[in-house]
């Protein structure tokens, strides 16, 4: 009833449903694009509709909003946030600028608006390895994970990349214990995880990539059984794909701000408004800088 309910209304208020992997599955279902942060950004470019819901947490609107300023952007629930966007400052990006002349300051898009805008490009975790590379500058300042900076330092060994201290509390919460049980469970198990992860489970995995990368290399493996080392969300898009084959999850890998949002919120904005995103001009203006700079170095 929801369903059909939230599709007249999509026609009569001319609006478009953006969700991200880790939202429920009640949402996924009704969604108009289902995708990772930077393909939700990247997808409402292309959009004709003037009225954007996005479901995600506030960072993704805010990134929608600045590549789409003269559209809508509504968040289902604005309580919904990404601890890990707010664990850097402006104070601290300035200081590591005063320490290095030869300083590139690369913003994960898992970041405030704010953040982006003292950045000097962003990136995700599907492109960060391939736009770090190219950077010009020796020194790399990479906020706001640390966990995904160590992964790359790995990877671009050229380059002196300086780790803030940032973290994703639901990937750095799983211990590579944990993930040897399960390994010892489902023999047969390919273990795919995402570069949030800390250095000891990207050890013992098999494959290291972001949500997209995890969900083509199912694809392209020709095995049937994978433990799955990122937020659970993900498990309706790969068995929507993949019905034969068997993903195993962490109990405790499970956003609480992803799961903030729910149906009824959705329907709700749709019908009355509100929780619509405002980021200020002079900051779009600085923020687009570094995410049109990731769409370029990152083809
Ligand atoms: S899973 Fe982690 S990085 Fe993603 S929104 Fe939740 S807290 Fe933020």
Redesign the pocket.
């Known amino acids: 009833m929801n369903k059909e309910k939230i599709d007249i209304l999509k026609k009569e208020k001319n609006t478009v449903i953006l969700a991200h992997y ?1 939202v429920d599955e009640s949402i996924q279902k009704i969604a108009d694009y289902v995708g990772d942060s930077f393909y939700l950004a990247q997808v409402a470019t292309k959009l004709e509709e003037k009225n954007i819901i996005v479901a995600g ?1 506030y960072f993704m609107g805010e990134s929608v909003k600045i590549l789409n300023p003269e559209k809508n952007i509504y968040l289902v629930n604005p309580k919904a946030d ?3 966007a707010h664990m850097v400052n402006i104070n601290t990006i300035e200081e590591m600028r005063n320490k290095y002349n030869d300083l590139a300051v690369v913003c994960y898009i ?1 970041s405030t608006a704010e953040i982006k805008s003292h950045s000097d490009i962003c990136v995700t975790s599907a492109n960060a390895v391939k736009i770090v590379r190219k950077l010009p500058e020796k020194n790399i300042f990479f906020i706001p994970d640390g966990n995904l900076a160590k992964y790359i330092e790995k990877l671009v060994p050229e380059k002196n990349i300086i780790a803030n201290n940032g973290f ?4 750095n919460r799983v211990s590579a214990r944990a993930v040897n049980n399960l390994k010892m469970k489902y023999k047969d198990a390919k273990v795919l995880a995402h570069p ?1 992860c800390k250095k000891e489970v990207l050890d013992i995995a098999d494959y290291i990539g972001s949500t997209s990368g995890i969900i083509k290399k199912v694809g392209t493996c020709n095995l049937n059984e994978f433990i799955i080392v990122t ?1 659970i969300g993900i498990k309706y898009e790969l068995l929507k794909n993949y019905p034969n084959k068997r993903f195993y999850f962490l109990d405790s890998m499970i ?1 609480e ?2 799961k903030l949002l729910e149906l009824k919120d959705l329907l709700k904005t749709m019908e009355k408004g509100g929780n619509e995103v405002f980021v200020s001009e002079e900051v779009i203006e600085k923020a687009k800088k570094p995410l049109k700079r990731m769409l370029k170095l990152g083809e």
């Open positions: 880790y947490v990404c601890p890990m898992n994703c509390p639901i990937h949030e937020e956003c701000d992803m």
